[in-house]
């Protein structure tokens, strides 16, 4: 797609602009996770060169451009050519090289915390007769952790079954909400997941890698977080980041009534010994 955009428009661009065009296209691994600034300190062109490339190639800007590449990348790489481009380094590099991933993550999601999208979530949440979560293969993780903490605050939180998920929500109230994790590999099975829900009239909702992810095509809301896997890891370093704002969102909609529920938990673990006591805490 990129590729056909920029041979329609390379007799338009600017020297700077083709530069970058022929960056973009022979150094797609790169340039995929670089920003308009660092893609233009690479080129040596300025960042408004970048950002301008990128309205020219019909994109409402370069997130969007960069956003196109990252999900072509990563949904093109398998796992073994993810553990490929490990293989080679040495044994501390590898290491780091792990660790800084991650990082970059993170502070791609600092850098463009979704907001008003997760207010607006942690709201329709709040309000639904019933949350359902749906994540296949290694997204099960991040439902699991997510319900975990939801089943704290929300009366009716439930994770559907991926062998009989048509049963489940053809019997969930008519005011549920079904929530879909899926990241880049996307599994079929989730965004399947969210096609029944609309087909039933049920609310859907996802927390995926951008829009241009077949779950957010189904889904009224949309929560994004930035996924780079580490080898052949998809890291969620950077989503599980997001999803702990998402439970915050719920508890701030809720109001009041989260600390008291709160407080009743703790007092039911202090009496069934669910954690063990801090013996520091005990010393005068």
Same mark, same amino acid.
């Given at each position: ?8 428009? #390379? ?10 065009? @022929?960056? #973009?296209?022979d ?28 309205? +020219? ?15 072509s990348?990563?949904?093109?790489l398998?796992? $073994?050519? *993810? ?16 660790? @800084?991933?991650?990082m ?5 999601? #600092? ?21 359902? $979560? ?11 952790? #997510?319900?975990?903490?939801?089943? &704290? ?5 439930r ?8 049963e ?5 109230p008519?005011?549920?909400?079904? +929530? %879909? ?7 079929? &099975? ?9 087909? $039933? %009239? ?5 927390v ?20 780079k ?13 997001l ?13 009041? %009534? ?6 009743? $938990?703790?007092?039911? &673990? @202090? ?7 801090? *013996? ?5």
């Amino acid at each position: 797609m990129l590729k056909e955009r920029i041979a329609l428009r #390379l007799k338009e661009m600017t020297p700077a602009q083709a530069a970058v065009a @022929r960056f #973009l296209l022979d150094h797609r691994k790169e340039a995929a996770f670089l920003t308009a600034s660092q893609l233009g300190e690479r080129v040596g062109v300025s960042e408004t060169t970048v950002i301008r490339l990128s309205h +020219l190639l019909g994109y409402s800007g370069y997130l969007q451009l960069r956003s196109e590449m990252t999900s072509s990348l990563i949904d093109h790489l398998s796992t $073994l050519e *993810r553990i490929k481009d490990y293989g080679t380094s040495p044994e501390n590099d590898l290491y780091e090289r792990a660790l @800084r991933k991650d990082m970059e993550t993170l502070s791609a999601a #600092l850098s463009s915390i979704p907001s008003a999208e997760l207010d607006a979530l942690g709201q329709a949440m709040a309000e639904a007769g019933a949350v359902y $979560l749906a994540g296949y293969r290694s997204s099960s993780s991040l439902v699991c952790y #997510l319900s975990f903490y939801l089943s &704290w605050i929300l009366p009716n939180v439930r994770t559907i079954s991926t062998e009989m998920p048509f049963e489940m929500l053809s019997n969930a109230p008519a005011d549920s909400l079904v +929530l %879909g994790i899926s990241f880049p590999r996307y599994s079929r &099975w989730t965004v399947e997941v969210l096609e029944t829900a609309e087909k $039933l %009239g049920l609310t859907t909702a996802c927390v995926t890698s951008d829009l241009t992810s077949p779950l957010a095509a189904q889904s009224k809301y949309v929560v994004t977080a930035p996924y780079k896997p580490v080898s052949f890891i998809d890291s969620f370093a950077a989503p599980i980041s997001l999803l702990n704002c998402l439970i915050l969102s719920v508890a701030r909609s809720l109001g009041a %009534g989260v600390a008291k529920k709160l407080e009743t $938990l703790e007092q039911h &673990w @202090r009496q069934e010994g669910i954690y063990i006591p801090d *013996r520091m805490k005990a010393l005068p």
